[in-house]
């Protein structure tokens, strides 16, 4: 399994930005995927979670009520929706990706995630 994270880039604080994760390979159909997100100088944090499915999501009380994870399963594609952003969201953020037979199974710990994709820079100005 292969994920191909885009999207990221430098974003104004209050303003939005949609990263986008591409999954490709075997199982894309049997994927249960997330977002984390890792600062400078910390440790990798969960951000928002979606089932195989996409029936299921969960995220973060850091973002909650300001992004929004969803997942198109047409496309393999799983996109986190970034809104009023906040100078404590500039981080990289990396999607994740793991097989399950579960459809309404997520996780919020990273070690549950088997595929990961190269991260994507998310930089907020004040």
């Known amino acids: 399994v292969q994920l191909q994270a885009s999207g990221g880039g430098l974003v104004q604080a209050g303003a939005s930005v949609r990263l986008s994760c591409k999954a490709s390979g075997p199982m894309v159909s049997r994927l249960a995927m997330a977002w984390f997100r890792q600062g400078l100088g910390q440790e990798r944090e969960f951000v928002a979670g979606?089932?195989?499915?996409?029936?299921?999501?969960h995220h973060a009380d850091s973002v909650k009520g300001r992004f929004t994870i969803s997942k198109d399963n047409a496309k393999n594609t799983v996109y986190l929706q970034m809104n009023s952003v906040k100078l404590e969201d500039m981080a990289v953020y990396y999607c994740?990706?793991?097989?399950?037979?579960?459809?309404?199974?997520?996780?919020?710990?990273?070690?549950?995630?088997?595929?990961w994709g190269q991260g994507t820079l998310v930089t907020v100005s004040s």
């Open positions: 994740a990706a793991r097989a399950t037979i579960l459809t309404a199974s997520l996780s919020t710990a990273p070690q549950d995630y088997a595929y």
């Open positions: 979606v089932s195989r499915g996409g029936g299921n999501t």
